[in-house]
């Protein structure tokens, strides 16, 4: 069974920061896709960043470039979104996702999903 574990959210300050980790197991993701999603409060889910097999061919919303880095480690299976100088709109429940595909190119069909978790961003 496939499972995408998130870990790494809470209560942050704005200006604060976060590390959100995506453990996968049921099977490898070293030459897939992932990215992470979010739903903010009231509104649909939408896209944050992705990042390709290789490590490379990052993908960000407009709102967290700059701040979001996506990052992976392919031999712990586990992709990583640091979150920087995060604002109030950032507050959402974050999901990670990861492409059933190997080799796939952008962009990407995300097969697999988390359960999501918390990010909470206020004074």
């Known amino acids: 069974q496939v499972q995408l574990v998130e870990s790494g959210g809470g209560l942050v300050q704005p200006g604060g920061s976060l590390r959100l980790s995506c453990a996968a197991s049921g099977r490898t993701f070293s030459t897939s896709a992932m990215g992470w999603f979010r739903q903010i409060p009231g509104k649909a889910r939408e896209f944050v960043a992705s990042?390709?097999?290789?490590?490379?061919?990052?993908y960000y919303v407009d709102s967290v470039k700059g701040r979001f880095t996506i990052s992976r480690d392919n031999a712990k299976n586990t992709v990583y979104l640091q979150m920087n100088s995060l604002k109030p709109e950032d507050t959402a429940v974050y999901y990670c996702?990861?492409?059933?595909?190997?080799?796939?190119?952008?962009?990407?069909?995300?097969?697999?999903w988390g359960q999501g978790i918390q990010v909470q961003v206020s004074s």
């Open positions: 990042i390709g097999w290789a490590g490379g061919d990052t």
């Open positions: 996702a990861a492409d059933a595909r190997t080799f796939s190119l952008y962009p990407y069909q995300f097969d697999y």
